[in-house]
């Protein structure tokens, strides 16, 4: 129990305090509430038209936070943790689909993926993020995930990545190793299939694929077009329009190393189809089978001939026995004339060598100051003169050196007389 105080005198004052000054304040309306009153004012909508579009947005929010089915596609963990400290000016030989989250994926990505996986980066690795955990030095990393959702959203930036994404390529399997060929070869062709202009691309197949099919899944491969172009690993062409031909000399440079790479690239294929092809026991096993039918309708043919068929080969026996001996006969013949030629061949420049010789064995006549033009003429002489006549001087010569000079004064009044060789030019033998 307590007791009430007293109440003063009508008309006395008990004040013990005195008010502060008046202040203009500015206050802004806040809270769900007012936004949800403001949102159907301006949109002049109704209270039961806003709770209709409020009940549809929940609806989707419930639906857009239900399990993905794309989540367990995309990376948890960054596929290469070494991409956090990439240099983002370098970008370029960054994984882009591992910084995307979709290592795992990579080409077989469709756009929606792209978008989901870029949504999931960005709240993970937004610098705004990070700092909060206190690492803002991972800036540079946001700026690739930046840049790979430019280029895997864009189709044709695309393709160029794809064209040189190294890390999607399945490499055969080695040499000599011991595997099952359709396990080993299949993931291979399928990685290869991406870079057709034609598809779909006919699959490997298994064992039991029918031979037509096995031969066309390797004739659509050895002359399957790639739109493989390595652009993406062009040099950056410089935007410096004030320096022309510098700007072509990259341009005519990155079109060289780009038909290089794609030259390389098609002898690569074109190795890999026929290594699979000499490896693949579906075509082992048709080629044995082509040789027995071969060998039995060869057996069936011959059957009832057996016969015949001895006194064929006894008889193709002679033939070749006397084919042989024919040609052994012509091989005999065909050396004899060969050496009977060469033996005339030798004999002719031994002929030559001899009237060459003559000027200086007789002591160029007694005109030993004439010497250079007395070898002259009669190496004149020696290149005019026909067979008959080479032997014919030559044997006088052999004969009687002595009258050389006779001889061969003889035969170029002979040349001169046919035309064969004007007497001006051989003065001393005319």
């Given at each position: 129990?307590?007791?009430?105080?007293?109440?003063?005198?009508?008309?006395?004052s008990?004040?013990?305090?005195?008010?502060?000054?008046?202040?203009?304040?500015?206050?802004?309306?806040?809270?769900?509430?007012?936004?949800?009153?403001?949102?159907?004012?301006l949109?002049?909508?109704?209270?039961?038209?806003?709770?209709?579009i409020?009940?549809?947005?929940?609806?989707?929010?419930?639906?857009?936070?239900?399990?993905?089915?794309?989540?367990?596609?995309?990376?948890?963990?960054?596929?290469?943790?070494?991409?956090?400290?990439?240099?983002?000016?370098?970008?370029?030989?960054?994984?882009l689909?591992?910084?995307?989250?979709?290592?795992?994926?990579?080409y077989?990505?469709t756009?929606?993926?792209?978008?989901?996986?870029?949504?999931?980066?960005?709240?993970?690795?937004?610098?705004?993020?990070?700092?909060?955990?206190?690492?803002?030095?991972?800036?540079?990393?946001?700026?690739?995930?930046?840049?790979?959702?430019?280029?895997?959203?864009?189709?044709?930036?695309?393709?160029?990545?794809?064209?040189?994404?190294?890390?999607?390529?399945?490499?055969?399997?080695?040499?000599?190793?011991?595997?099952?060929?359709?396990?080993?070869?299949?993931?291979?062709?399928?990685?290869?299939?991406?870079?057709?202009?034609?598809?779909?691309?006919?699959?490997?197949?298994?064992?039991?694929?029918?031979?037509?099919?096995?031969?066309?899944?390797?004739?659509?491969?050895?002359?399957?077009?790639?739109?493989?172009?390595?652009?993406?690993?062009?040099?950056?062409?410089?935007?410096?329009?004030?320096?022309?031909?510098?700007?072509?000399?990259?341009?005519?440079?990155?079109?060289?190393?780009?038909?290089?790479k794609?030259?390389?690239?098609?002898?690569?294929?074109?190795?890999?189809?026929?290594?699979?092809?000499?490896?693949?026991?579906?075509?082992?096993?048709?080629?044995?089978?082509?040789?027995?039918?071969?060998?039995?309708?060869?057996?069936?043919?011959?059957?009832?001939?057996?016969?015949?068929?001895?006194?064929?080969?006894?008889?193709?026996?002679?033939?070749?026995?006397?084919?042989?001996?024919?040609?052994?006969?012509?091989?005999?013949?065909?050396?004899?004339?060969?050496?009977?030629?060469?033996?005339?061949?030798?004999?002719?420049?031994?002929?030559?060598?001899?009237?060459?010789?003559?000027?200086?064995?007789?002591?160029?006549?007694?005109n030993?100051?004439?010497?250079?033009?007395?070898?002259?003429?009669?190496?004149?002489?020696?290149?005019?003169?026909?067979?008959?006549?080479?032997?014919?001087?030559?044997?006088?010569?052999?004969?009687?050196?002595?009258?050389?000079?006779?001889?061969?004064?003889?035969?170029?009044?002979?040349?001169a007389?046919?035309?064969?060789?004007?007497?001006?030019?051989?003065?001393?033998?005319?």
């Open positions: 129990m307590f007791s009430l105080p007293v109440l003063p005198a009508e008309g006395a008990t004040a013990t305090a005195k008010f502060t000054e008046a202040v203009r304040r500015p206050i802004e309306p806040v809270g769900k509430d007012f936004l949800h009153h403001a949102t159907r004012t949109r002049n909508h109704t209270w039961s038209e806003f709770e209709k409020q009940a549809e947005q929940n609806v989707k929010q419930v639906n857009e936070s239900a399990v993905d089915p794309d989540e367990a596609l995309f990376d948890d963990e960054l596929a290469d943790v070494t991409l956090l400290a990439h240099d983002p000016r370098d970008w370029k030989t960054a994984d689909y591992a910084a995307m989250g979709l290592s795992k994926l990579r077989r990505a756009e929606s993926q792209i978008i989901k996986s870029h949504r999931k980066q960005v709240v993970k690795y937004h610098p705004d993020k990070q700092s909060q955990h206190g690492n803002g030095e991972q800036d540079g990393f946001f700026k690739i995930i930046q840049k790979a959702f430019e280029y895997l959203t864009d189709k044709n930036k695309r393709l160029q990545y794809d064209s040189c994404d190294f890390v999607a390529d399945v490499p055969p399997p080695k040499k000599g190793s011991k595997y099952d060929f359709f396990e080993a070869w299949a993931p291979v062709f399928a990685s290869e299939a991406r870079f057709s202009k034609k598809q779909p691309v006919p699959e490997l197949g298994d064992a039991t694929t029918p031979k037509k099919d096995v031969e066309q899944f390797y004739a659509f491969w050895n002359r399957m077009e790639s739109w493989r172009t390595f652009e993406f690993l062009d040099e950056d062409v410089p935007d410096d329009s004030s320096n022309r031909d510098h700007k072509r000399y990259i341009e005519r440079k990155n079109k060289s190393a780009r038909d290089k794609k030259s390389a690239d098609n002898a690569r294929l074109v190795k890999l189809v026929e290594r699979a092809m000499s490896e693949d026991p579906r075509i082992k096993q048709f080629k044995e089978e082509e040789k027995k039918e071969k060998e039995r309708k060869k057996w069936e043919k011959e059957a009832g001939a057996r016969a015949e068929a001895e006194a064929k080969a006894k008889a193709e026996a002679e033939a070749k026995a006397k084919a042989e001996a024919e040609a052994l006969s012509a091989a005999s013949a065909k050396a004899d004339k060969k050496k009977s030629k060469e033996a005339a061949k030798a004999a002719k420049k031994k002929n030559k060598r001899t009237i060459r010789n003559v000027g200086k064995e007789q002591d160029y006549f007694g030993a100051d004439q010497a250079t033009a007395i070898d002259e003429q009669i190496g004149l002489i020696v290149d005019s003169l026909n067979d008959e006549q080479l032997v014919t001087v030559a044997d006088k010569i052999k004969a009687n050196a002595a009258d050389a000079k006779a001889a061969l004064q003889a035969v170029a009044k002979e040349l007389d046919a035309g064969v060789l004007p007497a001006s030019v051989v003065p001393y033998f005319a």
